[in-house]
């Protein structure tokens, strides 16, 4: 088995029927396939209405604690209401995980599906959100291959005189409006294509107010290119586009990487149907995506950035950490109030919990590693992470760890067809500091600015924006 399921099960819940995925709702952490509801083996009812005594008996025989601080207990009297899944639903859910495990991996692709559903659950509002978007992507269960079928063709770079095309995910968490105006002027090209997922908890007036600039913004892009080279569009351009999902952030949670992964679905839906950007500068197929936050900045140009990846089409940019911490995948965690809790269990008669976890880690923990998220990926590494059973079942195995987002892709092209085709460097400068858990950008961390550094993060000080922008993007103007 490998470690690649992210987009996958995205994917392959798109090619089920859409009543599957929006209309049916099942209970207790079930999930619909074709309409009819996957449910743990503790409940019963055509849609997992119907609880037996695993959840009473569970009830009150566990606890969750604060990951840095063993000491720290949570106490809940709203019955764990402001938890994705209640705990107990989790643990009683593994007896239908050993079950799926144990049986022989079907031919058919809906079977497939159907056994991936019944060892990774219970399923979340948060689960199926990003299944819907991945839904629209994807048309038939039928296209979903397995590792074994998948092969990787090396590309060629791409010739001299022809323009390198990119793609751009811009991750937005909190208020940017100081810094997202200098983020684009400094990324911004209409050849290359941006899409922008703005976590769900955001205001709405903050949302509102980036729709309004964007719009802005390409008005005023479009104008520029028309006077200064005399093409000109009837339209502003669109190549700034807004995820149509947008899903609710808590740090050290799976839901990075879901937010992640559901800007990159629609990404390449975009870029593969017939309403295509309307620059007159666009084509149709970028090369390589970069994923960016708003905290982000380049420090280079993005004409740099072009000619630097024209001879690398095949490579893969993935930071890699010298340590791993195993406790953050063997062990179980949860986003409960917005913040990420272990679950401790005293209930392993009942359900052994984290079976499926053991299996998992134990079959592939020689690919598993750590880094940052922030990474530049080719576009067929994407459209693998997408379209396979094995990216599929990497981010499923990742639901309950601690901070996914920094192992998933150190461990999902560790077993794919492109673990020869990467670098463990992310072209991006991070000032770590002795006694810091994350690195904050000053100006005089700008003089550090390496070869192969194209951005840096993070950057909370405008006046560190506004100095990289005219040191180092608009140079000798």
């Avoid at 207790?28 to 019963?44: K, Q, R």
């Avoid at 094995?390 to 601690?402: A, M, P, V, W, Y």
């Avoid at 006694?435 to 070869?451: F, M, Q, S």
């Amino acid at each position: 088995m490998n470690i690649c399921f992210i987009l996958s099960f995205l994917w392959l819940f798109s090619l089920v029927s859409s009543d599957a995925l929006g209309e049916r709702e099942c209970k207790n952490g079930g999930i619909a396939l074709d309409g009819e509801c996957i449910c743990p083996s503790f409940v019963s009812g055509s849609s997992c209405e119907f609880s037996d005594e695993c959840s009473k008996m569970v009830n009150d025989r566990y606890s969750l604690i604060n990951p840095w601080n063993s000491n720290d207990v949570f106490y809940d009297d709203k019955g764990f209401s402001g938890c994705d899944v209640k705990p107990e639903i989790i643990c009683c859910w593994q007896n239908k995980s050993n079950e799926a495990i144990k049986n022989e991996v079907p031919t058919n692709n809906k079977d497939k599906l159907a056994r991936l559903l019944s060892i990774y659950g219970p399923w979340s509002e948060m689960d199926k959100r990003l299944l819907k978007s991945l839904n629209k992507y994807w048309g038939s269960v039928d296209t979903i291959m397995d590792y074994s079928d998948y092969v990787h063709v090396p590309v060629t770079p791409t010739p001299e005189g022809q323009k390198v095309k990119i793609a751009f995910i811009l991750m937005v968490h909190a208020n940017y409006a100081e810094h997202i105006p200098l983020l684009f002027e400094s990324i911004y090209d209409p050849y290359h294509d941006y899409i922008i997922h703005v976590d769900s908890a955001t205001s709405d007036d903050s949302y509102n107010w980036l729709v309004r600039f964007v719009e802005s913004f390409l008005t005023r892009k479009t104008l520029e290119v028309a006077s200064s080279t005399g093409i000109k569009s009837k339209i502003p351009y669109n190549n700034i586009r807004f995820t149509q999902q947008r899903i609710k952030g808590a740090w050290g949670s799976i839901a990075l990487v879901y937010q992640n992964m559901a800007a990159l679905s629609e990404l390449l839906h975009w870029s593969e149907s017939s309403s295509s950007s309307s620059s007159p500068f666009a084509s149709s197929t970028w090369q390589h995506v970069v994923l960016l936050s708003a905290y982000d900045m380049p420090v280079k140009r993005i004409s740099d950035l072009e000619e630097y990846l024209r001879n690398r089409r095949d490579t893969n940019f993935i930071s890699v950490s010298s340590t791993t911490r195993l406790d953050r995948c063997q062990n179980s965690f949860q986003s409960c109030y917005g913040t990420m809790k272990q679950m401790m269990f005293d209930a392993h008669d009942i359900c052994p919990f984290g079976a499926y976890r053991n299996q998992f880690y134990n079959e592939t923990r020689y690919t598993y590693r750590e880094g940052s998220q922030w990474t530049i990926i080719t576009r067929e590494f994407a459209q693998y992470l997408l379209k396979t059973f094995d990216g599929l079942e990497t981010i499923l195995s990742l639901k309950q760890n601690l901070i996914p987002d920094e192992s998933f892709y150190q461990t999902a092209i560790g077993s794919s067809p492109f673990k020869h085709y990467h670098e463990w460097n992310a072209l991006r400068y991070l000032p770590w500091r002795d006694g810091t858990t994350h690195p904050v950008v000053r100006i005089e961390d700008l003089d550090k600015i390496g070869a192969t550094d194209y951005f840096t993060r993070k950057i909370a000080d405008h006046n560190v924006s506004y100095t990289i922008y005219h040191r180092f993007i608009k140079r000798d103007e």
